[in-house]
Structure formats: structure tokens, C-alpha cells
């Protein structure tokens, strides 16, 4: 028993540490950021404020907040426009296969993998093309399409699921193909949608790439904002660490509030078509 | 692709005789309700491809679109070019790091994770919120811990030693190649530990995943045979994550290839491109250069190196899978 408490004692050891080491990028975001202007020095970092002043979240606030309403704005409509578009796909690709549609499959999960800088210089032109370039509108389009993918990848083996003889018994029964997705199948997908939603919800409010190259100024999501804001040398660092933290909130809320289905859509989204 | 759904019979499992009877209505239905899709992805990512595999042998570069054939006249160029030599290079040295920190990380906290512990929760929860985070926050708080004048160097000057971190230009076991050095950029080492600090969550989900898979009863089988905990990790339980670690390294191998944002917002290219990637360089060269035709081949070699790994990967996963 002795040699086990020990071990357990190591064990405890080694997890602390780590535990400490992955927090330390937190520590110093929030020191940092509750630091009034004059302590916010580089030898200073580690050093405790010697008072509470949120004037660096004031002024991060006040640089990121119209760009902060740019990302709900594209998060909301992009988030539940692909999660349908993925219970649609994922329901028809486990339930109602037909020839090809493995194949099918496998060609629509190879969208997911690709570097996007593959598809960046047509999707601007095509933006250009029909007047949603620079626009959010054209965000959530982009996020849709590209979302695709993921969202009937997780679906699709969400719906595996559910027993094949429920759909049979419905079809006896004379239930239709949509009456059988109203009916069945969508009163059945409510964890499987909170899993979808979570995970391109973060995704989406994370993205850069898309946001920097398609959107300029006045209609960038936060993400960009926040990187001009490191990116310029005006501004003091107290304010882009409480800006950092300020973009992060919404997806580090979500995880800690429903972390066990982010968790499940990082398992969902990586293994087994 | 259309012409072959509306050809196609659905199988039924319950009835083979009836295999090639008539396409039912809800047949037709189910395809029309996936139809957009597909026509979406088939424009969206292979439209584009191909679009983005023109330009890139196409002369475009300048502001003025240019379709007129350059040959391989841009993938020619950019093999030759210092900074693409430098970005090729700081790319393998970053994937292999990074994949193998991960792995590792994910690996060994899944394993003390996995030991009944009180708090257990706890620490799963420390070492996962990462993946929550933006890579431009990632890339904006490490910016500053890295920094050789504060963050961690400020405990590191107790024991006399001030790495340079990301502005660091050494290359270690360097030697020609190309007109570049090739060997370990150090200052890739900053960008790495701040990747790994964001994806080690990532390996650890998955690995605690596998664990939990593992059914006691094998353990305690091994246990009985007198196995040591050691071995019964080696020979038992590694094994059986083999299937998860092949899914970890692809999926950070994709990662780690088109990286973009984390670089960008942590360290830019810097000094002699020793921080710089394929993915920041086709930004700056296509949006800030207006070098359409150089990004468009930057990026097409960026997919086909993906490929190498992921079409494997999907056909293999998906023959599994029936």
C-alpha cells in the first residue's frame, strides 16, 4: 500500500506541474490585463497589480467591440445553416444509401482536409463575382460550404446510431422520407446538434484565415482585429493581453459550461468515416 | 455524378431479390436533399482546385489578372527561391516536433490521467482548454512569453541562460542546400512549444478515448501473468493506441502543414525566414504582393503535401469502415 501511495504521490507530482505549466499563459493574461497602465512594464511581467484596474479591458473593449458584433453576426447564421445542411447530408448518407454514396462520401470528407490557401484566390474572385466579397454575408457562405464536411461527417455517424429497424418500422407504418427525419430522426439528433453547433461555433469564432483575406475593416470578425491589435506598436500589451481574453471568452465559456460535447465533436470530428 | 444517383438502385437489405426494382419516390427525395450539397463541395473545393492549379500556371502576377500559360514557370521559380527553400525546411522541423511533442504530451498525461485519481476532471480540463482557443490568441499571448526581453526568460536568468527564442537566426547541424542552410531553425522551437501547448489536448482526448476502450480485464489477465505495470504498457497497451496515434499523426500532420495563423500572429517570417511558413508566405505573397500566380503554386504544393497524407489516410479509414 505504501509503494502505491508513493507512486500516486509522483504521479500527482508530475500532473500538478504540467497543470501549472499550461496555466501559466493565463496567469499572465490576467495580471497583465488588470494592470494599470504605469505597472505594465517588461521586467514587471510575472509581478502580481498592486491595484485592480480594468482601464486595459476599457480600451480593449472599445478597439474590438464593433469587430466582436461582426463575429456573432457570422457566427449565429453559419453555425446553424451548416448544422442543418449536415443533419440533411448525414441523415440520407447513414439512412437512405444508395450506389455511390459511400464514394460520395469519402469525396465530400477530403473538402475538410484541404489547406484552404487551395481555394482562397477563385473563392475571392467568385465573392467579387456576386457582390458578397467583403461582406459578412459572404463569410457565412464560405464557413457554410467549408463546413459541410465535418458537420455530415459528425451527423453521419451520429445517425449510425440509431437502429436501422425504427426507420423500417416507420416505412411499414407508411412514413415518408421526410416525415421520418421530422418525425424520427430530428427529435433524436438534439445532443448530436448541440455536438455540431459547439464545434463549428468554435471554428468559426476562431477562423483566420478566411476572415482576413475575405473581409477588410469595417466587416472583420474579432479574430483579425485582435491580431491588428498586436500587429500595431502603439498599442501596450496590457491591452492586447485583455484583448486576447476578450475574444477567447465566448468559446472559452461554451467549453467550460458544455465541455463534455466540445470534447465529443474534437473525438467526433477526427476518426472513422 | 447526377447522372450516376438517378441510375443507381438502393439496396435493401431485407429483400435482395428486389435489387434492381424501380427507384422508390423517397429515393429520389433523399438524393435531392444531398444534391446541394455536392454540387456545392464539387465547386467549392474541387472547382477551385482546379481553378487555383490554372492560375498557378498561368502569369498572373501582378494586379491585373493574367491567364495567358506560364508553364511551370512559378513552381520552377519558387524551388529556387531562398525564402520557399527556407519555408519547406522550417516546415519539417516544425511537423516533426510538434507531431512527436504531441504525441508524447497527449500520450503520457492520458496515461496519468487514466490512473483513477482523485481530480481527475480537473487536470483533463486544464490541459484540453486550449483547443477552445484561437491560434491568433495562442500566437498573441506566447508573442510575449517567448519574448527574449520578459515571460519565461525572467526565471531563466536565475540559471544564467537567456534563450533568443523566436528571434533567435541559428540553424543548428546546418549545412548547403539549395541556396538556404538546412537544418533545425531554433527559433521554430518557440513556435512548436506554443503548438503544442494549443494541440496537446487534442492527442490527450483521443489517447484517454483509446484508454478507456482498453477493457480492464486484459490488464488485470496480464497482471495475474506477473507482468509489470511497464510491461504491461509496452506490450499490451501501446499496441492497442496504435490505430489512434496513426489518426493523431495525420491529423497533426495536416495541422502542422498549413499553418498559418498561429505563425502570423506569434513571430511573422522573421529575420532570415527562419520562422517563416508556406502558408504565410502565399498570404503575403498573393494579398499583400499581388503575386496571384506564386501564391496559387505555393498553394497547390501545400494540397499535394497534405495529400500525401490524408488520401491514404481517408481510403484506408473508409475501407474500415464497411
Do not use: C
Amino acid at each position: 500500500m505504501r509503494k502505491k501511495n508513493i507512486s500516486n504521490l509522483f504521479k500527482y507530482f508530475i500532473l500538478i506541474v504540467m497543470a501549472i505549466i499550461f496555466l501559466t499563459p493565463v496567469y499572465v493574461i490576467i495580471v497583465t490585463s488588470l494592470k494599470p497602465l504605469d505597472e505594465v512594464s517588461l521586467s514587471q511581467m510575472w509581478a502580481l497589480p498592486t491595484s485592480i484596474d480594468f482601464s486595459s479591458y476599457v480600451h480593449a473593449v472599445k478597439e474590438l467591440a464593433p469587430n466582436f458584433m461582426n463575429s456573432v453576426y457570422l457566427v449565429i447564421p453559419a453555425t446553424l445553416l451548416s448544422a442543418i445542411l449536415g443533419a440533411m447530408n448525414g441523415y440520407v448518407l447513414s439512412k437512405w444509401k444508395f450506389k455511390g454514396s459511400e464514394i460520395l462520401f469519402t469525396v465530400l470528407l477530403f473538402g475538410m482536409f484541404i489547406p484552404y490557401q487551395s481555394i482562397l484566390i477563385p473563392l475571392i474572385q467568385f465573392l467579387r463575382t456576386i457582390g458578397l466579397y467583403n461582406t459578412i454575408a459572404g463569410l457565412i457562405l464560405t464557413h457554410v460550404v467549408y463546413g459541410l464536411p465535418i458537420t455530415t461527417l459528425m451527423f453521419r455517424n451520429f445517425y449510425a446510431n440509431i437502429p436501422d429497424s425504427m426507420i423500417e418500422s416507420a416505412k411499414i407504418d407508411g412514413a415518408n422520407f421526410l416525415g421520418i427525419f421530422r418525425r424520427i430522426i430530428i427529435p433524436l439528433s438534439i445532443s448530436g446538434f448541440v455536438v455540431v453547433a459547439i464545434w463549428q461555433f468554435t471554428n468559426i469564432w476562431n477562423e483566420f484565415l478566411f476572415a482576413v483575406t475575405i473581409t477588410n475593416s469595417d466587416s472583420q470578425p474579432v479574430m483579425v482585429a485582435l491580431q491588428n491589435l498586436s500587429g500595431s506598436q502603439i498599442v501596450q500589451w496590457n491591452v492586447q493581453m485583455a484583448g486576447a481574453l476578450v475574444a477567447a471568452l465566448p468559446t472559452l465559456l461554451v467549453y467550460m459550461i458544455l465541455g463534455k460535447y466540445f470534447v465529443r465533436g474534437l473525438l467526433a470530428g477526427s476518426v472513422k468515416g | 455524378m447526377e447522372q450516376k444517383i438517378e441510375k443507381s438502385t438502393r439496396v435493401e437489405p431485407s429483400t435482395p431479390i428486389k435489387k434492381r426494382r424501380k427507384i422508390s419516390k423517397d429515393q429520389m427525395v433523399a438524393v435531392g436533399f444531398i444534391s446541394p450539397s455536392i454540387i456545392l463541395i464539387l465547386i467549392f473545393v474541387y472547382g477551385f482546385i482546379g481553378w487555383t492549379g490554372w492560375v498557378s500556371v498561368s502569369n498572373w502576377n501582378t494586379l491585373v489578372p493574367d491567364f495567358s500559360f506560364a508553364g511551370l514557370k512559378n513552381y520552377i521559380y519558387l524551388f529556387n527561391d531562398y525564402r520557399f527553400q527556407a519555408d519547406l525546411r522550417n516546415t519539417v522541423f516544425f511537423t516533426i516536433l510538434f507531431i512527436g511533442l504531441v504525441i508524447i504530451m497527449g500520450l503520457g498525461l492520458s496515461i496519468l490521467i487514466d490512473q483513477k485519481l482523485k481530480g481527475e476532471s480537473i487536470f483533463r480540463n486544464i490541459f484540453l482548454f486550449p483547443m477552445a482557443l484561437s491560434f491568433v490568441v495562442t500566437g498573441v499571448v506566447w508573442q510575449w512569453l517567448l519574448n527574449p526581453s520578459t515571460g519565461f526568460n525572467q526565471f531563466l536568468s536565475v540559471f544564467g541562460i537567456q534563450p533568443k527564442w523566436y528571434t533567435d537566426t541559428n540553424i543548428i547541424g546546418g549545412f548547403e542546400w539549395g541556396s538556404i542552410e538546412f537544418g533545425l531553425p531554433v527559433a521554430i522551437i518557440a513556435v512548436v512549444i506554443a503548438a503544442v501547448w494549443q494541440m496537446t489536448g487534442f492527442s490527450l482526448a483521443m489517447y484517454l478515448a483509446g484508454l478507456r476502450g482498453i477493457p480492464e480485464e486484459l490488464r488485470e489477465a496480464a497482471r495475474m501473468d506477473g507482468g509489470s505495470e511497464f510491461q504491461i504498457y509496452r506490450r499490451i497497451v501501446l499496441p492497442m493506441l496504435m490505430p489512434i496515434t496513426v489518426s493523431v499523426v495525420i491529423i497533426m500532420a495536416h495541422i502542422s502543414l498549413k499553418i498559418f495563423d498561429l505563425i502570423y500572429a506569434m513571430t511573422g517570417s522573421g529575420a532570415n525566414f527562419v520562422t517563416d511558413v508556406p502558408g504565410v508566405y502565399m498570404f503575403e505573397t498573393t494579398f499583400r504582393g499581388n503575386y496571384y500566380a506564386n501564391g496559387s503554386a505555393i498553394a497547390i504544393i501545400m494540397l499535394l503535401l497534405v495529400a500525401v497524407f490524408i488520401v491514404p489516410y481517408l481510403i484506408t479509414n473508409r475501407r474500415g469502415d464497411k
